[in-house]
């Protein structure tokens, strides 16, 4: 995203936690702040996008934090995957101080950022989202505005838990398959000719086949958001057993040490320790 942004003649002035991760940036022309609070008094314009609830509140909130400083009138975008009342707390903050705050997460992952055509989920004053919105059209196909600040965090959410379940009851059907004898190609060759197939299951099928070790969206990724899936049902009264069940498998997953796999890779492990439990029950 931030390669697409210099590409398209915006002036970057960028920071991580782990600088190796800005050196190419710098490279091709991106300045380089030597903290989040040095980067929000240098641009009028912060983009965020972090690993989880956490890490964001730090980088907002800490001593050297985004909002450390002078931030009147600046405006910040973040694009982190939330629960929307981690979000409401940062833009209450934010506006605290004389700033502006959308949550715009986006759906799609790195091909789409490379391409621009990243799907944002914008929560967001009518006014802060005009004046967000010539830098979210660098990086998007489409801004959907989901109502006011944390609406966007929301929709996110939304989004996303179909697609986790749906990689989480593929493992379970392809794993009930091979243990009674079908080939694995064979059993996605028709899966994808039914209607049970995603668009996105022929772009995922290299990884599934092990043709592939690219990561778009990794297992610990996916188990982060299902926690926040969680509890943000459990905030709005609703109950989730199905996703409860999504994420056991996420965490197996995540513990068996596929966390940094993409999170297709969700079969992979299912496959190979489908059994398993079973058989220690039956030992002991």
Same mark, same amino acid.
């Given at each position: 995203?931030?390669?697409?942004?210099?590409?398209?003649?915006?002036?970057?002035?960028?920071?991580?936690?782990?600088?190796?991760?800005?050196?190419?940036?710098?490279?091709?022309?991106?300045?380089?702040?030597?903290?989040?609070?040095?980067?929000?008094?240098?641009?009028?314009?912060?983009?965020?996008?972090?690993?989880?609830?956490?890490?964001?509140?730090?980088?907002?909130?800490?001593?050297?934090?985004?909002?450390?400083?002078?931030?009147?009138?600046?405006?910040?975008?973040?694009?982190?995957?939330?629960?929307?009342?981690?979000?409401?707390?940062?833009?209450?903050?934010?506006?605290?101080?004389?700033?502006?705050?959308?949550?715009?997460?986006?759906?799609?992952?790195?091909?789409? =950022?490379?391409? /621009?055509?990243? #799907?944002? !989920?914008?929560?967001?004053?009518?006014? $802060?989202?005009?004046? %967000?919105?010539? @830098? *979210?059209?660098?990086?998007?196909?489409?801004?959907?505005?989901?109502?006011?600040?944390?609406?966007?965090?929301?929709?996110?959410?939304?989004?996303?838990?179909?697609?986790?379940?749906?990689?989480?009851?593929?493992?379970?059907?392809?794993?009930?398959? =091979?243990?009674? /004898?079908?080939? #694995?190609? !064979?059993?996605?060759?028709?899966?994808? $000719?039914?209607?049970? %197939?995603?668009? @996105? *299951?022929?772009?995922?099928?290299?990884?599934?086949?092990?043709?592939?070790?690219?990561?778009?969206?990794?297992?610990?990724?996916?188990?982060?958001?299902?926690?926040?899936?969680?509890?943000?049902?459990?905030?709005?009264?609703?109950?989730?057993?199905?996703?409860?069940?999504?994420?056991?498998?996420?965490?197996?997953?995540?513990?068996?040490?596929?966390?940094?796999?993409?999170?297709?890779?969700?079969?992979?492990?299912?496959?190979?320790?489908?059994?398993?439990?079973?058989?220690?029950?039956?030992?002991?």
């Amino acid at each position: 995203m931030a390669t697409r942004l210099l590409e398209s003649g915006c002036r970057l002035t960028v920071w991580n936690r782990s600088s190796d991760k800005t050196e190419s940036l710098v490279q091709n022309g991106a300045n380089l702040a030597a903290s989040p609070a040095e980067l929000a008094n240098s641009v009028d314009i912060i983009i965020t996008m972090l690993t989880n609830d956490a890490v964001t509140e730090t980088i907002y909130q800490g001593t050297h934090g985004l909002l450390s400083g002078d931030i009147k009138e600046k405006l910040f975008i973040d694009m982190s995957t939330l629960r929307p009342s981690t979000v409401s707390l940062l833009a209450d903050n934010a506006q605290n101080k004389g700033a502006s705050f959308i949550d715009a997460p986006v759906s799609g992952t790195v091909t789409p =950022a490379e391409k /621009g055509q990243l #799907l944002v !989920l914008c929560g967001a004053k009518a006014g $802060d989202l005009t004046r %967000a919105r010539p @830098v *979210l059209e660098i990086l998007s196909r489409r801004i959907i505005h989901a109502g006011p600040v944390g609406q966007g965090a929301l929709l996110k959410l939304v989004v996303n838990l179909p697609l986790a379940i749906y990689w989480g009851s593929l493992a379970e059907a392809l794993s009930m398959g =091979a243990k009674g /004898g079908l080939n #694995l190609e !064979l059993m996605l060759n028709a899966i994808q $000719d039914s209607s049970a %197939a995603l668009a @996105v *299951l022929p772009l995922k099928t290299p990884q599934i086949l092990g043709q592939s070790e690219s990561v778009a969206f990794d297992v610990a990724g996916m188990q982060k958001d299902l926690s926040s899936m969680l509890k943000s049902g459990q905030d709005h009264g609703v109950p989730m057993p199905i996703t409860t069940g999504t994420l056991t498998s996420y965490d197996a997953a995540a513990a068996g040490g596929f966390g940094a796999k993409d999170a297709v890779e969700i079969i992979s492990f299912l496959m190979e320790h489908a059994g398993s439990q079973q058989n220690d029950k039956e030992e002991s």
